[in-house]
């Protein structure tokens, strides 16, 4: 007998250690509670007549599932004497039993939790209780009881929120004592002194903290999983630093070229030697365009003076442009160009048109080294 008990203790630490591979999440005080009622029959275990001595039951049960396995119910139980007893009571109740069970779902224990209860389920109940009888043939008594019993659950319900259940039970009276009769201090499980009972029960699990009625499973991952997501976090992490790092080029790319550009429009018109005039003074243009811009008057104020010292020299202004762009806009820029120049010497400094003559040459990039600076105009002076 004692190898049978423990090698069933050692299957059932087994299957619990298999169950607990499942890992629920973390719930609060007030979750996994339930209420119900039961009602069936009881009869005692010393009558041969089991169904002459049945009585109505009628019991309430509140209850916690500390886990998905093991939890506590405390359990109040009411025998009516509709019926004749040995006990003969005189009251409609004929005796109570109020217990604390210690509740073991059976096939959580065995077969693990898979996220939500089953169907069907078998749970054990087991726990310490107090009965008192009414006064009857024996007088009032008061008994130390001890409850086993055995559910078969069904669990309803689109959440499985309700739980109807079959249980039959056998209840121990272990010490007592009937009114002007010594007490029985003999702590003994004692078949003569037991009954038992059947009785469909019904129970409302309260929702919980996880959004459920029951206890939720925690997606667990394993460590390669978990070396995988970290791989991915890095390699988008990797990902970010690069995007930073190009962004950081283009904007120091961007600020060179804002630079350069500032110093360009800064720099003063330069003063060059042509093959094509005999004044030195030019009028440089930006790309594409044809209007003398304020850093050019200085080089225009030049050849008017020249001409008010010389009433009598007359000049040839010659436009040219850089060689992007087709010939045929090219050739028009140089025009508009010469004519620019003129139209300053005429408007501003008062040189007579007459004295002023224009000319197109196009493109060109055999004046100077710098392209930029074949986008010019150059003086000569025609009579000499």
């Not at 591979?21 to 089991?50: E, F, L, M, Q």
Request: aromatic share 8%; proline share 3%.
């Amino acid at each position: 007998m004692k190898k049978i008990a423990m090698f069933v203790a050692a299957a059932a630490i087994a299957a619990s250690a298999n169950a607990q591979r499942t890992v629920v999440t973390a719930s609060k005080a007030s979750d996994n509670i339930y209420v119900g009622v039961n009602a069936g029959v009881a009869a005692p275990t010393t009558h041969h007549s089991v169904f002459g001595n049945l009585s109505p039951e009628l019991g309430v049960r509140i209850g916690k599932n500390f886990t998905t396995v093991f939890g506590v119910a405390v359990d109040a139980t009411m025998h009516f004497s509709s019926m004749p007893s040995e006990f003969n009571t005189k009251t409609w109740v004929d005796n109570t039993n109020i217990s604390l069970l210690g509740t073991a779902n059976l096939s959580n224990l065995f077969a693990g939790y898979k996220g939500e209860p089953r169907t069907f389920e078998v749970i054990a109940l087991g726990g310490f209780g107090w009965g008192h009888q009414f006064k009857g043939y024996y007088g009032k008594s008061n008994a130390l009881t001890s409850k086993v019993a055995l559910d078969f659950a069904l669990n309803l319900g689109k959440d499985k929120a309700w739980q109807v259940y079959l249980e039959p039970a056998i209840t121990y009276g272990l010490q007592g004592y009937a009114e002007g009769e010594p007490a029985d201090n003999n702590f003994k499980y004692d078949i003569n002194r037991s009954g038992v009972s059947l009785k469909l029960g019904v129970n409302y699990k309260f929702g919980n903290s996880n959004g459920t009625h029951n206890f939720a499973v925690e997606q667990v991952r394993d460590q390669a999983e978990i070396d995988a997501l970290n791989a991915q976090i890095n390699a988008a992490r990797a990902e970010a630093d690069a995007a930073k790092s190009a962004a950081s080029r283009k904007d120091a790319e961007i600020a060179r070229l804002k630079k350069a550009l500032s110093d360009c429009e800064n720099k003063p018109a330069p003063v060059v030697e042509t093959k094509a005039a005999n004044l030195q003074p030019s009028v440089v243009f930006a790309q594409g365009k044809s209007v003398v811009e304020r850093s050019q008057m200085s080089n225009v104020e030049m050849i008017a003076k020249y001409m008010k010292n010389n009433p009598n020299a007359k000049i040839k202004i010659s436009g040219y442009a850089s060689p992007e762009g087709s010939k045929e806009f090219n050739q028009k820029l140089s025009e508009k160009r010469a004519a620019a120049v003129k139209d300053v010497l005429v408007k501003k400094y008062k040189i007579a048109a007459d004295r002023i003559a224009t000319e197109g040459l196009g493109a060109t990039d055999k004046l100077f080294d710098e392209v930029e600076f074949n986008r010019v105009a150059l003086f000569n002076d025609t009579t000499k």
